[in-house]
């Protein structure tokens, strides 16, 4: 009898390493060995409020669920134009941004092409670029965590496809300065503008649009909206993109009840921006207290997360520390920000423990 083989794979899909995301609340509180209503969840940049009170109410009552989402987005991309301040046919949402990305590369990057990113930022874009064969071309920010504009230009090459920019950047939390946006947007290459945390700065790349047809501009309503789990984001680029993204994206990639609660979410857009201050002005508030703590560097941040310097190669053990505390925050074990742990601003409460720990653990 002959052996049976399983059929190969891609080679680079079998290389892949998965992208690590969140584990639920259920599996850290199993690790911590503490109830999960005593879990400190602040490793994903989620919002605490959770979404507009007026989503659950509208899901509850919407009726035609039994049916398809228009797979023209007709609906989506009207809200959204009032939203973006874009016209409609500049618009597509996608299941989150991270479906946005991964079609944006899909439609970019073949094997053997290449994507630049100035690193440290949020791991999606080299993940994604890796599903189609291509190559991330990591460029180091400099010790302020700005981006290297002579470093990045210096790379350019005829196999390179894309330059993803994210303002604010996850984790460092700065912003990019329209002058820096410019400069990439001149190389000529695809410039993929994340700006998920938009409306915890203020700061958009929106009116650069109208200027540069190699500019696509992500949002997300996963932060700010509070819909991380129902997954909904946004892009808006030049109108033969968008129209060619239309062409190829899955036909019903954002679900109804997705739809349903980003436009009750636009109808409450002064109550979820109210909230949106809240968390900035308790962001404001950690920062002062962090730094407070002895040994603990916050980085200044634009953003609804704070990056935290710890002492030289002490970062495992006080990411470990947190956790057993029932404390998760996001670390990174390798690389350079292995002295580094991101947390995401939640509730007052949460603060004061998640700076009470950093003091005990960092002495
Ligand atoms: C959280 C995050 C996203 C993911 O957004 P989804 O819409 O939930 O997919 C995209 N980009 C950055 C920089 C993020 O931090």
């Known amino acids: 009898m002959t052996q049976k083989k399983m059929p190969s794979m891609l080679p680079h899909i079998e290389a892949l390493e998965a992208y690590e995301g969140v584990d639920p609340m259920e599996v850290m509180a199993e690790r911590a060995g503490i109830s999960p209503d005593k879990i400190i969840r602040l490793n994903g940049n989620e919002n605490p409020y959770g979404p507009s009170p007026k989503v659950a109410a509208a899901l509850g009552e919407y009726p035609n669920f039994n049916y398809y989402p228009d797979p023209d987005q007709r609906g989506l991309r009207r809200v959204l134009s009032g939203y973006l301040n874009v016209e409609p046919e500049k618009i597509i949402a996608g299941n989150g941004s991270d479906e946005l990305i991964d079609l944006l590369l899909r439609m970019y990057v073949g094997v053997g092409d290449n994507v630049i990113v100035p690193t440290p930022t949020f791991g999606m874009y080299s993940f994604s670029t890796g599903i189609c064969g291509g190559e991330t071309i990591a460029v180091e920010r400099d010790d302020k965590f700005e981006i290297d504009l002579e470093a990045m230009k210096s790379v350019v090459t005829a ?71 129902l997954r909904i984001g946004v892009g808006a680029m030049d109108p033969h993109l968008a129209a060619t993204m239309m062409a190829m994206k899955p036909p019903y990639n954002v679900n109804l009840a997705a739809e ?104």
């Open 159 to 229: 196999k390179s496809k894309i330059i993803f920019l994210t303002s604010p950047n996850n984790p460092t939390g700065n912003i990019v300065p329209e002058a820096q946006t410019r400069a990439m947007l001149d190389t000529g290459l695809l410039v993929v503008m994340d700006e998920a945390y938009f409306e915890f700065c203020g700061d958009t790349a929106i009116p650069l649009l109208a200027e540069y047809p190699n500019l696509v501009v992500l949002r997300t309503f996963s932060k700010w909206a509070g819909l991380a789990g």
């Open 260 to 363: 349903v609660a980003l436009t009750t979410s636009l109808e409450d857009t002064p109550g979820l921006l109210a909230r949106v201050t809240q968390i900035v002005d308790e962001r404001d508030r950690m920062m002062e207290k962090l730094k407070q703590v002895p040994n603990l560097t916050p980085w200044p941040s634009r953003a609804n997360f704070i990056l935290c310097e710890v002492p030289d190669g002490r970062g495992k053990e006080i990411f470990e520390g947190l956790c057993s505390r029932g404390i998760f925050l996001r670390y990174w074990p390798s690389g350079r920000l292995k002295n580094f742990i991101r947390t995401s601003i939640g509730l007052p409460h949460e603060t004061d423990a998640v700076v009470e720990a950093f003091r005990e653990l960092c002495a």
